[in-house]
DNA sequence: CATCCAGTTCATTCTTGACTGAACTATATG
DNA sequence: CATATAGTTCAGTCAAGAATGAACTGGATG
């Protein structure tokens, strides 16, 4: 428990990469993340995790580049050291959430263009008026339910 | 507006279509629910689909079993007649936002495994167990959201 | 300056799965 | 019964994009 053997360790980060995989992300990108979330120490070289998870170089760069870039990852790096490191955000699985659930906004605006397009009352538009409806109403509930979030965090803090 | 043109509704389609594509979903199964969602009259028969969509038979086919099959397309048949008559159900916007919000229990899985891995107290698990209790908090408050969403469907309908 | 190596870029390979045509099954109609 | 057509199935095609090897860039070191 306290040093869980490399095949555990591997088989967990599948199960993560899996995860990501049906959202249609490439299993690689899923694997890192995975790596990150495990690991130890909890920074890593681009080589140290390409040797973890068993892709190459190429493969890295490409993907460390995307997950820095939308926020995932954080690169850690040393004056008089050309190597990068790189950590899991403490945030990360915040914000994949945060961004699933704000991607339910797309939605609303296609049927609200919908509605615009059949005309708000019209009787054949009444599909894409309930649809509407409800993503409207789960819009506005998405504010409050993180500031919940917030909330509760702020107190465990400070007990 | 009474009647938008063929060309303005089959581009609504391709937005609809987008949406679903994000999540790796094939074009065509979001044409339909696109097209199901606007055409008139509601229900429509596969020959009817695939020329507003420009899809063959076969495709057809098969897409309109796995969305009969995951419940969001209703069969309409009647006596003495082979044609199967399709409908987008009431619900199923809301269906597929709800397993989208379940599916988040996935993560909460993987995450409870990753804590039984590392130890649920070690410092390693850090990471693991802060994403843990963020899906654990935001799994218990599905249930009573969309409770609100019910009751507040209800109220509508008897005001 | 020469060397070494981290990291990037790009052309190529390869896998996956969407989509279709065509053959086939089954049901309604004259 | 013969015909026409709705719907299924399946083998084959094709495109998208994931992953890589190899060439290249640039900073650190002796």
Sequence with gaps: MADPDDQELLAYVEDVAGLFARDGLPLITGRIIGWLMVCDPPE???QQIGQAIQASKASLSTNMRVLTESGFVRTI???GDRVTYYRIDDDAWLQITRRRLAALSGFRDVTAKGLRLLGEDSPRARRVRDAHEMFSWLDREL???WD????MRHKE???
Excluded: F, I, M, N
């Design 143 to 145: 504010t409050p339910l």
């Design 157 to 159: 803090k400070e007990p």
């Design 77 to 79: 790096t040393r004056p």
């Design 44 to 46: 890593q070289s681009a």
């Design 148 to 151: 919940r979030w917030a909330e």
